[in-house]
């Protein structure tokens, strides 16, 4: 069985529909709601699991009763609990304003999921060769660490996806290019992108086109792969081979919370898989496709054979 580890955060989605956001300072109404367990990292390792895999979350949790349920729902639901750890304080939760569309908005209250020391992974990652992180998990006070563990890892042989998140431009610039450096494959969208080469780069300034376009030939130069996402228009694959656009596939758009996450989760099992680049981000895709038309950040399901 393939694994993988996932370096990020859990914690308890708090889901409330409503029919659009209202201007700020002016009222509106909650149509539904409803709590699941979310996080980047229960999201990649949910898809990771449905394609055949064994992901392995690294997170601590409190001992309070979120904390408890998550473990329950991991527990219930099969995944891996050997790198999630519960201690004294309190687990973090997200409120996600969810629009028809499918459009989501969130706010986060931060716990014990932004927490990390090296007791955590006692075994040291033993057998384990293929890792993703997450940028939301690279806000932790405990980076250096984190990262410190990650280059041990890249220079025993793991391969590493780095999946930069919305707060891409919160992470500490020295944190950043130690990420970077050690990735194989990240995962930016058209404005990550640019904070990835501002941190490479920084000059107090949004780099110029041309400025992320060096630093972006640089990365490929390295031997290094970036998978460039436009959500619902598809996106762009650059490598040393050269490059290639892909199309998101066309679905009913229920919820988009999570699409990202099942799409780095099918890269990252796709490339443990050995597969073609091509075929990679095909897998890639028809995760994320199934996420998006899922009531909420991820679910269990088993891909059609195509």
Known sequence: ????????????????EIEALPERGQDGFITNEFDCVGGCSVNMAATFNNLGGNAHIVSYIGSDATGMAILDYLQENHFSTRYVVQKNGQTGYSMVFLEPNGERTFLTKAGLELDFTREIIADRLHGIQFAAVTGYFLLNPAASVILDVL???HAAGGTILFDPSPMAHAIDAEICRRILHISRIITPNTSEIGWLAASVNPTGNSPSEEAVQAWLDEFIDAGNTVVLKRGSQGGSVYDKSGAFDYEAQKVKTVDTTGAGDSFAAGLIYGIAEGRELREVIRLAVRCAAVTVGINRPHGF???EEK
Do not use: T
């Open 1 to 16: 069985m393939i694994e993988c580890v996932i370096f990020g955060g859990l914690l308890l989605d708090k889901y409330y």
């Open 151 to 153: 280059e041990e890892f």
């Open 301 to 303: 399901w088993k891909l």
